[in-house]
C-alpha cells in the first residue's frame, strides 16, 4: 500500500511515519512537507491513502484545498484522505469531514483508532493493500 504523508512539521511528519512502521506499513510511505510537493507526488505516483495536516504553513494552499484538489481527479476519487491536524474544538471533526476528508484524526493521533480506520477501510474495499 502506497501512503502519502502530507505534513509541513518534519517531527509530526517523522512521527507518523513510525507509526506507520510500527503497525507493519512499511512499504512506499511518502512524505511532502507542503501542499505543492504533494501535489506533484501525487502525478508521479499513486497513493491508497493520503494522511493530510491541514495547516501546512506555507501560505499557499491549506490541507483542505489540496484534498478538493485531488478528489477532484479521477485517480484520487475514491482513494480515502484522512485530515489529522491540531483542530480539535467542538465542530471541527464535522467541518472537515463535510468538506470531503473522509476521515479526521486530531494531533496527536493515537495508533490504535489509526490502525481501526485503515483496516476498516480495507474490508470495504476503499483500500488497496
Known sequence: MNILIVEDNDINAKLLDIMLKDLGFESNVSIAEDAKTALEKSESEQFDLVLMDINLGDGLMDG???????????????VPIYAV???????????????????????????????EAINEDKTTNSLNE
Open 64 to 78: 483542505t484545498e489540496v484534498m478538493k484538489i485531488l478528489k477532484a481527479k479521477s485517480e484520487y476519487a475514491q
Open 85 to 115: 491536524t491540531c483542530y480539535s474544538l467542538p465542530g471541527d471533526k464535522e467541518n472537515f469531514l463535510d468538506q470531503g476528508f473522509d476521515r479526521y484524526f486530531s494531533k496527536p493521533v493515537a495508533q490504535k483508532p489509526l490502525l
